[in-house]
C-alpha cells in the first residue's frame, strides 16, 4: 500500500513542471472558443452566487452565525472553495477517461492526469479567491488579520482531493456508473456541508454529525480565518479528524490507483 504512495509521489514530483503545463493548458481550454474566455471562470461562479443568495438571503432571510459581516460576505467566502472542490471532484474522477487518447498516443506518468485536472482548478480558485478578497475590501468589510492560515487551509483540501481524484479515477475507469451515482453525493455533500446555510442553529448533537464532514473543516477554516480571525488551535480535534481522513483518502487512493492502472489502456 505505501508502495503506491511512493510511487505516486515520485512521479508527480519528477513530472511536476510538465503536470503544470498541462494543468494551465487545461485551464486555458476549458473556454476555449468562447466569446468571454477566462472571464467565464468568473461569471458563472458568479451566477450561481446570484441564484443562491436570492435563494437563502431574501427568500429564507438567513442570516450569517457570528458578527457583523452581510450574508452575500459569508455565503461567497464559503461557496468559492465549495466550487473548487465540486470542479475538482468531478472533472478529476474523470480525468484518466477523458484523457484517453492522449494516453493511447504518447506515454504520461497515468498518477499525474487527475493530480495535474485538480492544480488546474486549483489555479482557477486562486483568481476567485482574488475576486473574493476584491469584493470584501470594496465593500467596507475588514480582511481579518488571520488570513495567514488561509494557504494551510488550501494545502490541506489539495491533498484530500488528490486523494479523492486517484481512487475516484481509477475506480471511474473499472466501474463507468460510478460518476453517476457520486452526482448525487455531491448535491447531498453541498447541503450537508456549511455552504449557504448557517448549522449553529442545529440540536448539539446533529451538529457534532455533520462536523465529522471533513469537508467542514474546510469551509469552516476559510470563513474562521478570513471573517472571524479563529486560531487553528481552537478547533484542533476536528483538524485531527479531517487529516485522518485526508491521509487515508490518499494512502487507500493511490493503492487503488496502483492495483487497477495496468489495465486501464485494455477498458478505456
Not at 508502495?3 to 486555458?28: C, D, F, H, P, Q
Not at 457570528?66 to 461557496?79: E, H, K, R, S
Not at 481524484?165 to 456549511?194: C, E, H, M, W
Not at 487529516?243 to 477498458?267: E, N, T
Amino acid at each position: 500500500m505505501f508502495e503506491g504512495v511512493r510511487t505516486v509521489i515520485t512521479e508527480n514530483w519528477t513530472n511536476r513542471k510538465r503536470m503544470l503545463r498541462l494543468a494551465s493548458y487545461e485551464l486555458k481550454g476549458q473556454n476555449s472558443g468562447t466569446v468571454f474566455g477566462f472571464l467565464w471562470n468568473f461569471f458563472n461562479p458568479a451566477l450561481q452566487i446570484a441564484v443562491f443568495w436570492f435563494v437563502f438571503a431574501i427568500g429564507l432571510n438567513t442570516q450569517p452565525p457570528q458578527g457583523n459581516y452581510p450574508y452575500i460576505i459569508w455565503m461567497i467566502v464559503g461557496i468559492i472553495p465549495w466550487f473548487f472542490i465540486n470542479t475538482a471532484m468531478t472533472s478529476s474522477a474523470t480525468s484518466i477517461y477523458a484523457y484517453s487518447a492522449i494516453l493511447k498516443r504518447m506515454y504520461l506518468p497515468l498518477s499525474i492526469v487527475p493530480v495535474k485536472t485538480i492544480i488546474s482548478a486549483f489555479i482557477g480558485h486562486l483568481w476567485s479567491m482574488l475576486v473574493v478578497f476584491s469584493i470584501i475590501i470594496f465593500s467596507g468589510n475588514p480582511v481579518n488579520s488571520m488570513v495567514y492560515q488561509l494557504p494551510y487551509y488550501m494545502i490541506a483540501l489539495i491533498v484530500f482531493l488528490v486523494g479523492y481524484g486517484l481512487f475516484a479515477s481509477a475506480i471511474n475507469v473499472v466501474f463507468k456508473d460510478y460518476q453517476k451515482l457520486f452526482s448525487a453525493v455531491v448535491r447531498l455533500l453541498f447541503y450537508i456541508t456549511p455552504v449557504v446555510w448557517v448549522q449553529d442553529r442545529l440540536p448539539e448533537d446533529l451538529k457534532l454529525v455533520l462536523k465529522l464532514n471533513p469537508l467542514a473543516y474546510i469551509i469552516d477554516g476559510y470563513r474562521n480565518c478570513i471573517l472571524y480571525g479563529v486560531s487553528l488551535n481552537v478547533h484542533w480535534r476536528q483538524g485531527l479528524w479531517f487529516w485522518a481522513c485526508a491521509l487515508f483518502l490518499f494512502i487507500y487512493g493511490s493503492a487503488v490507483h496502483m492495483k487497477f492502472r495496468k489495465k486501464f489502456m485494455d477498458l478505456l
